[in-house]
Each structure stands twice: as structure tokens, then as C-alpha cells.
């Protein structure tokens, strides 16, 4: 998958959830340790974060905050595909209307390539 740096960057993803497998807009974020998704947005894909016993510590502008971790089976950027993702379950009200981050839990999985000269993001499966 070869897109054109913006800022912010934004990638179509395709999350396989418990019930129905959801298509969402999220910020690609190399800074995040985890993709990240709003609740209701993991909610509607079957997750139920509120019984989650695992749980994942962020560091964010308002302190630390101790959020639901689920596991998503499948997790496709373009034709990158991804197997037992970690999801962390935290609402981001500044980046609305998108679903949430791509963070490393996912991107540690692949091999991509910032080319700031071309202007280009290039991810590809290892």
C-alpha cells in the first residue's frame, strides 16, 4: 500500500469484530502503542469493552488513563493484513469523526517507510 503523506494521515481500515467486521477511519499515529477505537465504534463491531479484564495504560494530556484492551482477529490497511491486533477502547473527542489511531500494536506487525523527499507512505506485508 503506497499513499500520499497529508497531515494528518488517514487510513481506511477494515477490523474483524465479534459480529460484524467494521471499515473506519483512523490517523496513523507512530507515537500510539496501540490502534485505538472510540467505544460505541468497538461496540458496534461486537467488542464489549466494559468486560475486558485486561486493561492498557496511556499516557495522555489529561494524566494516565487504565483502558479496556480487546483483541481484534483481523485488521486490514489496504492489502496489509494483520492478525490478533490489540485494540485499546478510548474515546478521542478531538480527532472526530474519525474512529480512533492506527498505533503500533498494529504497524509493529509490518514493514512501512515514511518518504518525506517523494512525499510518499509505503506499507507492505513482511
Request: net charge negative; proline share 7%; with cysteine.
Amino acid at each position: 500500500m503506497r499513499i500520499p503523506i497529508s497531515v494528518p494521515l488517514i487510513v481506511t481500515t477494515q477490523i474483524e469484530g465479534p459480529t460484524k467486521t467494521g471499515i473506519v477511519r483512523l490517523i496513523l499515529d507512530t507515537g500510539a502503542g496501540y490502534l485505538t477505537l472510540g467505544w460505541s465504534v468497538a461496540e458496534d463491531m461486537g467488542f464489549d469493552p466494559a468486560t475486558s479484564q485486561n486493561r492498557a495504560s496511556l499516557i495522555t494530556a489529561n494524566g494516565i488513563v487504565h483502558a479496556p484492551l480487546i483483541v481484534a482477529p483481523r485488521v486490514r490497511v489496504g492489502d496489509v493484513l494483520v492478525e490478533n491486533v490489540e485494540i485499546v477502547c478510548h474515546d478521542i473527542p478531538q480527532i472526530l469523526p474519525l474512529a480512533g489511531l492506527l498505533g503500533m500494536s498494529y504497524l509493529q506487525q509490518t514493514i512501512f517507510t515514511f518518504d518525506f523527499k517523494d512525499g510518499f507512505f509505503e506499507m507492505i506485508d513482511p
